[in-house]
């Protein structure tokens, strides 16, 4: 039996792991609402938050990279070196690597001055995306639910704080705090802000 640990075999399941987590989180983050009316509306897919995804999408995005680096240097340098070797002033693989580098740049700026068929990719995401905001309640206050208690009392309501308690004690709720945001009031209540902000109207 070889005991030897076999660094091929350990990178590329890395490399394929790391990439089938990069694939789930882009593509939630490719239907997720916008950032604000996410935590609004408490989505998630799999008790996943967007940010919480967010951050699995960030993370193991350095860990690819970092086993793609493992992949080039460990594994197949020789051979990426090999497609650039000269031979009587003539790259081996010129046309593969052409051919790589233009749908590169192709792909780049066409999602940079949102050609077709790019735009329409974008704006399918954006659409399903937008769609969630439809028949949602929200007060036109930019990012609401880093509001303070008080300070929501008094944009949201136009009432004092002091009346704010009195109606949330109405609900049960507990753990009220004036200083306390709205978002962070609505996670110890499990609660959306969304049923927080209704409760009141």
Request: net charge negative; aromatic share 18%.
């Amino acid at each position: 039996m070889n005991n030897k640990f076999n660094w091929q075999s350990f990178i590329s399941i890395g490399l394929l792991l790391s990439f089938l987590i990069m694939l789930v989180s882009g593509i939630v983050l490719y239907i997720a609402p916008e950032g604000s009316l996410s935590r609004w509306i408490g989505w998630d897919i799999l008790n996943l938050s967007k940010k919480q995804w967010e951050y699995q999408h960030t993370i193991f995005s350095y860990l690819f990279i970092l086993f793609s680096i493992f992949h080039v240097f460990k594994i197949n340098w020789s051979y990426l070196i090999s497609y650039f070797v000269v031979e009587k002033f003539k790259m081996i693989n010129l046309k593969e690597i052409i051919v790589a580098v233009v749908i590169t740049v192709f792909i780049f700026m066409g999602t940079l001055f949102n050609w077709s068929p790019f735009k329409n990719v974008i704006q399918f995401g954006n659409k399903i995306s937008d769609s969630y905001a439809e028949d949602i309640e929200m007060p036109n206050i930019p990012d609401a639910e880093k509001l303070s208690l008080n300070d929501f009392a008094l944009k949201a309501f136009n009432i004092s704080y002091t009346d704010l308690v009195s109606n949330l004690e109405k609900f049960d709720f507990d753990k009220v705090d004036e200083n306390s945001t709205v978002i962070d009031f609505c996670n110890l209540n499990n609660i959306t802000p969304e049923e927080f902000y209704l409760s009141f109207l």
